[in-house]
């Protein structure tokens, strides 16, 4: 049995391993369960999404970014 959930975290985008911005995520994660009442056996990020911040603009362009979650 599997099932998909939508967590917000926290994140920095860096540049020459220093943080360059500070960004928040949407992840959607897949987790997979033996059983409805035990917590998931493996859990798996499908999907990443980087939400829209007021006041955060990032660079456009052809810049390279880690990310660190």
Excluded: C, Q
């Excluded at 995520?25 to 007021?54: C, G, I, Q, W, Y």
């Excluded at 052809?62 to 990310?67: D, I, R």
Aim: proline fraction near 3%; aromatic fraction near 8%; charge should be neutral.
């Amino acid at each position: 049995m599997s099932k998909t959930v939508i967590e917000y975290v926290w994140g920095e985008l860096l540049r020459d391993g220093k943080t360059a911005y500070n960004v928040k995520l949407k992840l959607t994660v897949r987790e997979t369960m033996v059983n409805e009442s035990f917590a998931p056996v493996a859990r798996a990020v499908a999907r990443h999404d980087l939400m829209p911040m007021s006041g955060v603009d990032i660079e456009d362009g052809h810049l390279h970014f880690a990310l660190r979650v």
